[in-house]
DNA sequence: GATGAATGAGTGTTCATTCAT
DNA sequence: AATGAATGAACACTCATTCAT
C-alpha cells in the first residue's frame, strides 16, 4: 500500500513531464514507466490506462476549481438576496480573482495541461465547460438582479461571450506570465477591464435581440 | 495534370474531414487516402507527407489572413500619417472586421483545423504568430500617435493582452458561431466593446509600469 | 534516338554516382532519375528496370576486361607452345599488369561498383567468376608445362590461392591506392612478389595432395 | 527471464539465416520474426531494431576476434623484447594461424555475415579495420626490430598490403573451404608462404620510399 | 504489489514498376 | 521518345495494452 502510493506519485510526475512535453496524443506510456523507474506493468496495476494516468493529474486540480468557483457563486447569491441594490464597487472581485489564481498556479501544469495539451482526451473541452459553468450561475444572478431592475435586456450572446473573455484571461496569464505574483497584479487590472466594460454595456446596450436576458 | 488536380482535391478534402475528426496526430493517412479512393503511394506522389497534407490545406487561407493583416494596418498606417488628430468614430473597425470574419468563415474548415486541431504541427502556435503580428504593427501605430499626443504612457501588458482578446474574440465566434452572418453582426458589438475599452483605458489607465509604451 | 542517348548518357552518370553513394541496394531509382532531370518513365523505356541499369554502368568495362584477360593468355599460350623451355625473366608480367591497372582505372568507378556495391544484383560473385577465369586459363597453361617439365606436382588449392590473390591485389589497389601512377608502380612490386613466391613454390613445393596438378 | 533468452535466440537464429540469404539491406525484420514464430513488437522489445539484431549476431565474435588478435601481438612483443635475436623458424605463426582458425569456423556464420553480409551495417568496414589493427601492432614491433637491425627500410606500402594479403587469407578460406580441418591444413601452406615472402623482401627489399620503416 | 515478456494492430513512409497519354 | 500520375506491396518501427508468473 505505502509502496503503492510511492510508484503513483513517481508515475504521476513523470507522466505529467512527458505530457507536457508531447502532448497527450504523442506521450509515450513507455517513456513514461521507464522515466519513472517502474514496468508498464506496474502502471496497468494502479491505473486503468493512459487516460486514466492523465486524469489522475489533470482531475483533482480541476475539481477543488469547480468547487471555488460553486463557493464562490453560492456567496454572491447569498449577498445579492440580502442586499436591495446591487453596488458596484471596484476590486469586487479581486479577492475572488486572487484566490483563482492562487490555486491556478499553484497547480501550474496540471492547468497547462488541461488547456493546452488534452487534445485527444475527455478533457479537451475543459474550459468549455469551465465557461459554461460560470455562465449558467451569471445567469442565474443576471435573473435575480431582474426582479428589482426592470426593463433592461441585455444581449445574451455577448453576456455569453464576455464570460468567456473573462474565463479566458486566466488562460491568457497562465500562458503568457510564468510568475504568480505578476500574474495576480496583472488579472487586477484585467477585471477592472472587464467590469467596466460590462457596466458600460448594460447602462448602454447594443441593441437587443429577443435572445435577450431581462435585466 | 488534370488527373493530379482531381487527385490532389480528393486528398485534401479527406484529409480535412479526417483532421477535424481526429485531430492532426491521430488522423490516419490510409483512412484518408482510402476515404479518397486512392493509395497511400498517390498521397505520396503529390505531397510530401502527412504535415505537408496539412499545410496544403490550411496555409493558403493563414497566409491569405496575414496578407489582409498587413495591408488593413498599411492603411490605416497611411491614414494617421496624413491626418492631424486621431478621431475615433464609432464603426470605424467594423469595415476591417468584417472582411476578416468573410474571410474566416470562407475557409471555415481550415481555420478550425489551424485553431484547434493542428497540434503537433508546424501550425500550432498560428494563433499566437497572428496575435504577434497584430501587436508589433499596432505598436508601430502607436509610436507614430504619440508623436503627437505626449505624456501618455500605457501598459504594454494590457496592450498586448487587448490584442490578444481581439484575435480570441474571432476565434470565439469560429467555435461558437457557426453562422457566417450572426457572426458578422456580433462582431461588430464586440469591436465596440473593445474600443471603447481601449479608449477608455488611455483617458485614465492603470498604474504605468516602465514597460509603457509613450502614447 | 539521338535524344535517347543522351537520356541514356545523363541516366548512366546519376545512376554511378547515386550507386556508388548507396550501393545498389538502397540505391533509389527516384532520385537517379530526378538527378538526371529525367522521368522515371524514361528510364523504364531505355532500361528493362534497375538491375538493367547497374549493369548497362558497369558491364561494358568488366566485358572488356576479360577480353583483355582473354586476349593476354592466348598470347602467353602461343609463346609457351612456341618456346622449348619456359625461363622466367623479372618484369614479365607487368606490362600486362600495366594494361589492366590502365583499364581498371580508367573505368574507375565501374569497378568500384563492381568490386563494392553489388550486392544484390547478378554481378556480386563478379570477382569469383574473374578468378575462375584466370585459373582456368592457367591450369591449362600450366597443363602444356607438364607436358615438358615432368614428375613435379603442384598443390590446387595453394594455386587457386595464389591466383586469388594476384586478382586481389588489383582490388587492394582499387580500394586504396586512387592515383593510377602510383598504382600502377605498387603493381610491379606486387606481382613481383607473387611471382617469386609462385618460382619458389615450384622448386620447393608443400606436401602436394592427391587433387595437385602435374607441373 | 528464462523466456527472454529462448525469443532472443530465436530471433538471432532466424536473423542469422535472413541475413546470410539476403544481406542486412535485403533481409526482412517482418520474416526473420515470422521464422522465429514470434512477433515484431517482440524483436522491438529484446534489440533496439534491424541493426541491434545484426550486432548481436556478429559483435560478440568479432571482440573475440580483437582481443585474440591484441594478446597474440602482446605475447610477441613480449618475446621479441626478451630475446636478442630474432630467428624465424618455420611454423612459428602456425600456432597463432590454427587458433584464428578454430575461432572463424566456430562462428562461420557470424563471420560470413561480418565479412560478405554487412553492407549498410556500422560493421561494413570491420576487415578493414582488422586489417589496420595489425598493422599497427605490426608496424610498432618492426620499430623494435629496427633497433638491432639497423640501416633497413622497408616500403610501408608494401608492408601495408601484406598485412592485407595476410587479413584476405583467411578470408579468402572462410569463404572458399567450409571445412575447417582442411582449412587449418591449408592456411599453414599460406602463411608459409607469406612469411617466406615477407623475409625475402627484407633480404632484397624493392626500392625503399620515403614512407618506408627503418628496419 | 508488481514484473517483464509479448501481442497485434497500427504508424508514416519508400519502393520499383506500370501505363494511359 | 517520353511523361507523370498512380499502384500496391513492402518497409522498419511504435503503440497501448495484456497476462502468466
Known sequence: M???????????????????????????????CA???????????????????????VEPPLEALISMIR?????????????????????????????????????????????????????EGSLERIAELIEEQFVMQCGLFAERMSGRQMDAGMLRWMVYMTVDAFVYLLTHEREEQAAAERMKLMINFIVKGFVEMILSPGKADGDGISL
Open 71 to 123: 463557493a464562490y457563486f453560492a456567496k454572491e447569491k447569498h449577498l445579492l438576496l440580502r442586499s436591495e441594490l446591487y453596488v458596484h464597487r471596484e476590486g469586487d472581485h479581486a479577492a475572488a480573482a486572487e484566490l483563482f489564481i492562487r490555486h491556478l498556479y499553484g497547480n501550474y501544469d496540471a492547468f497547462i495541461l488541461l488547456l493546452t495539451k488534452s487534445q485527444g482526451t475527455a478533457f
Open 35 to 57: 522515466d519513472a523507474g517502474v514496468t508498464t506493468g506496474a502502471l496497468y496495476f494502479i491505473f486503468e490506462g493512459k487516460e486514466d494516468l492523465f486524469r489522475a493529474i
Open 2 to 32: 505505502r509502496q503503492e502510493r510511492e510508484t503513483r506519485e513517481k508515475l504521476i510526475a513523470s507522466g505529467r513531464k512527458e505530457f507536457l512535453e508531447k502532448g497527450y496524443a504523442k506521450a509515450s506510456l513507455r517513456k513514461i
